[in-house]
C-alpha cells in the first residue's frame, strides 16, 4: 500500500519513483533556491522551473527561437495558489504508488501515469499548466481502473 503523506517545511524537491521510472516532481512552497534553477529533466516535455532573485535582477530581452517539436504524451504542472489538494499517483495499470497533500504554494510536476485530485478545504485554488495543444478531455485522457485506499 502507497504511504500517505504531506509535504512539511523540511522538505526538499521529491520525485516520486516507481521502478525507476519517475511519476511526479514535488517541489514545497519552503524551496528557495538562489537564481534559476529547474527540477525538471532537459528531456521532460513541460519543463518547470524557479526564480529567487533580488529587487533589480533584470534577464537579458529574448525571444524564443520557433522549431517544431512534437510530445506524445500530456504532462501537467499543478501550483496550489491556495486550501489544499490531496494527490494520488498511479502507474500506467493502476496501482497506487503515493498519496500526498500539497498546500498552498507548493507544486506538483505530473510527468508520467495517472493521478487523482482530493480538494481538502473550501475555495482551493490551483493553477494548472499543461503542454499543448490541447484538442478535447476525450482525445487527451483515458479513465484509469485506479486502486481504492
Excluded: C
Aim: aromatic share 6%; glycine share 8%; net charge negative.
Amino acid at each position: 500500500m502507497a504511504a500517505n503523506s504531506e509535504v512539511t517545511a523540511e522538505d526538499m524537491p521529491q520525485q516520486i519513483v516507481e521502478d525507476g521510472m519517475v511519476y511526479a516532481i514535488i517541489i514545497p512552497a519552503s524551496v528557495e533556491v538562489p537564481g534559476l534553477q529547474f527540477f525538471t529533466q532537459p528531456g521532460l516535455f513541460l519543463q518547470v522551473g524557479q526564480w529567487l532573485y533580488d529587487r533589480g535582477h533584470r534577464s537579458v530581452p529574448h525571444i524564443h527561437v520557433y522549431r517544431p517539436r512534437s510530445s506524445d504524451v500530456t504532462q501537467e504542472a499543478i501550483h496550489v495558489v491556495r486550501g489544499a489538494v490531496e494527490i494520488d499517483i498511479y502507474t500506467e495499470n493502476g496501482h497506487l504508488i503515493r498519496s500526498l497533500v500539497l498546500r498552498q504554494g507548493d507544486t506538483a510536476i505530473l510527468v508520467a501515469g495517472g493521478h487523482a485530485y482530493t480538494i481538502l478545504e473550501d475555495n482551493t485554488k490551483v493553477l494548472e499548466v499543461k503542454n499543448g495543444p490541447f484538442t478535447s478531455a476525450e482525445e487527451d485522457r483515458r479513465p484509469l481502473s485506479a486502486e481504492r485506499r
